[in-house]
């Protein structure tokens, strides 16, 4: 919320959310709790959520989606997307499904430039040079490191820019291939 507000930017100002998926510490400030009720925190802002995990963790219910997520769907602020949905010209959600049934990575196309966000579709640049090192909170390990590679390969392939969610700081930088793995040049 500090950096938002350095920034410029206040919670009104913001259109759209966007949950790669919807593990507990990718959710946190979709909500913040006023007079002891969970709301939106973003109140002109469209939350566009996976379709596959919302269906998966509204009813797997835990207490992270009943204070981070349900808020916004009872609000209407909610819409289920999959792979492939575009937000506007130049960003686009990519399905990266594994770490959770619905994850998707989100690509940005500027000029001729491209980058992309990789949520958890990989946890450490350790998994650039090992795609095949599954991580413990990957839902299907085997469709997880089957995404991982696919999103390294179109990173190396077209030059993209990554984003990693976990990543350690700096945490931007550009992919190459290398054998059948890739090693990973930080910004
Ligand atoms: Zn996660």
Redesign the pocket.
Known sequence: MSSLAAAGVTVADVDYVMCT?L?T??IGWNTRLVDGRWVPTFPNARYLLPAEDDEFFSVHAGKAYEKSVLPVVEANQSERVSGGHMLGDYISLIPTPG??PGHVSVLIKSNNAEAIITG?ALHTTAQMAHPEWHFK?DMDAEQAEASRRHLLGKAAERNQRVLGSHFALPSIGCVRAKGDAFEWDAD
């Open positions: 998926h593990h510490d990718h770490h959770t958890d909170y």
